[in-house]
């Protein structure tokens, strides 16, 4: 049943979407983070979605048309923003001119981006509910 590809379009777009909200849950816990293991302050991070075409899929597909398909994570990558100067002489972390760095993680933008990804996630959801009901209904008709 075509209709039931839904499920999986469905399906990797919440596996997605979780991601997403790991690596945004990440970048909020560092926001304060100064030094990483490579003396550095934390780089926030970024998720990178591009659309999953299975080959195999294609190939499996004996009619040859293009099949809808999910998304799936392409990459996570590092957001290249310059680090924030702070003046703070006293810390451990300051440079020879008094100077920390601070993470380029900006806590609206994580917050905003974090309720984008659990909206997109909940829109999923439902669509999975509704593809299941149809497929029950589907399923009650023929009996």
Do not use: C, H, W
């Not at 702070?86 to 609206?108: K, Q, R, S």
């Amino acid at each position: 049943m075509s209709f039931l590809n839904s499920l999986d379009i469905s399906a990797s777009a919440l596996s997605a979407q979780r991601t997403r909200m790991d690596i945004i849950s990440q970048n909020i816990a560092n926001q304060a983070t100064t030094k990483t293991s490579d003396g550095t302050p934390y780089r926030r991070q970024l998720v990178v979605f591009e659309e999953d075409k299975s080959f195999k899929k294609f190939l499996s597909d004996g009619s040859k048309k293009l099949k809808l398909s999910g998304v799936k994570v392409a990459a996570v990558v590092k957001d290249e923003t310059p680090f924030t100067p702070v003046y703070d002489p006293t810390n451990p972390d300051a440079d020879e001119n008094g100077y920390i760095y601070m993470p380029n993680v900006d806590n609206a933008k994580e917050q905003i981006d974090l309720l984008a990804a659990s909206n997109s996630y909940s829109a999923n959801l439902t669509a999975m509910g509704v593809t299941k009901a149809m497929a029950q209904k589907a399923l009650e008709l023929m009996k």
